[in-house]
């Protein structure tokens, strides 16, 4: 598609004979979009590879907070019943037993709220790059 790709001229007198090969062009067109899709195949594959560390680290992190805010949620429960039932009139004063419950609770569902479905969709998004890479890499 390259008209200057290669091309000879005659002179025979007056008149002048301009002769385009377009042959040469289209040889040199195939070769270079081959080594495009070649380029593009490798750019799609550190992609993919990419996402699918992003989706490990993302499931992996929402797997930690659920953990901890399951651990804080039992710590919580169980802190404010252990102070609960202290027989000392001191600690109930203040009402240490609810400030634990109050300060404890919402912290834990938030790491736990925040921790599932960060690992739902981290696992999601694992599976499907794997299998992009599988398939098509």
Same mark, same amino acid.
């Given at each position: 598609?390259? %008209?200057?790709?290669?091309?000879?001229?005659?002179? !025979?007198?007056?008149?002048?004979? @301009?002769? +385009?090969?377009?042959? *040469?062009?289209?040889?040199? !067109?195939?070769?270079?979009?081959?080594?495009?899709?070649?380029?593009? +195949?490798?750019?799609?594959?550190?992609?993919?590879?990419?996402?699918?560390? *992003? %989706?490990?680290?993302? *499931?992996?992190?929402? $797997? $930690?907070?659920?953990?901890?805010?399951?651990?804080?949620?039992?710590?919580? $429960?169980?802190?404010? +019943?252990?102070?609960?039932?202290?027989?000392?009139?001191? #600690?109930?004063?203040?009402?240490?037993?609810? =400030?634990? #419950?109050?300060?404890?609770?919402?912290?834990?569902?938030? #790491? @736990?709220?925040?921790? =599932?479905?960060?690992?739902? =969709?981290?696992?999601?998004?694992?599976? *499907?790059? %794997? %299998?992009? #890479?599988?398939?098509?890499?």
């Amino acid at each position: 598609m390259f %008209a200057m790709a290669g091309y000879s001229q005659s002179d !025979d007198g007056n008149s002048k004979t @301009i002769t +385009f090969d377009f042959s *040469k062009a289209d040889s040199v !067109d195939n070769q270079v979009s081959s080594k495009v899709t070649t380029v593009g +195949f490798e750019r799609n594959k550190a992609f993919y590879e990419q996402k699918l560390k *992003k %989706a490990k680290t993302q *499931k992996l992190v929402g $797997i $930690i907070l659920a953990s901890i805010g399951a651990a804080a949620l039992g710590g919580t $429960i169980g802190g404010y +019943f252990a102070i609960r039932n202290k027989r000392s009139y001191q #600690l109930n004063s203040f009402g240490v037993g609810e =400030i634990v #419950l109050y300060t404890g609770l919402p912290a834990s569902v938030a #790491l @736990i709220s925040t921790g =599932i479905p960060l690992s739902v =969709i981290g696992a999601k998004k694992q599976k *499907k790059y %794997a %299998a992009k #890479l599988k398939k098509d890499f």
